[in-house]
């Protein structure tokens, strides 16, 4: 089992950037793929990016290539999502997720078992 907590979100303006992290409980943390998602108002959730278990193989939605990074520290049970070069329509809420299964990579929302709550980022004009 695996718990999920997200903290970081905001209010920036376009150009700016935010950290994200997600704090997971549970022994086998490292044992998981992670993920980021967000949901804009009025849209379906969509994936962000993802990271391996063991933080060597990263994975990101074209919309967000080049400006957000995706990490991991198993030793503290966090993930983070590094955001830059913000922009209007990165506006969400963004919820961090873990696969249903172990160690597998996986990019969709039904492949997902574990969800945090939501932290909101808001990226004013």
């Known amino acids: 089992q695996v718990q999920l907590v997200e903290s970081g979100g905001g209010l920036v303006q376009a150009g700016g950037s935010l950290r994200l992290s997600c704090a997971a409980s549970g022994r086998t943390f490292s044992s998981y793929a992670m993920d980021w998602f967000r949901q804009a108002p009025g849209k379906e959730r969509e994936f962000v990016a993802a990271?391996?278990?063991?933080?060597?193989?990263?994975y990101y939605a074209n919309s967000v290539k080049g400006r957000f990074t995706i990490s991991r520290d198993n030793a503290k049970n966090t993930v983070y999502l590094q955001m830059n070069s913000l922009k209007p329509e990165d506006t969400a809420v963004y919820y961090c997720a873990a696969p249903s299964r172990t160690i597998v990579v996986v990019t969709t929302n039904d492949g997902m078992g574990y969800w945090g709550k939501g932290t909101l980022v808001t990226v004013s004009s």
């Open positions: 990271i391996s278990w063991s933080g060597v193989s990263t």
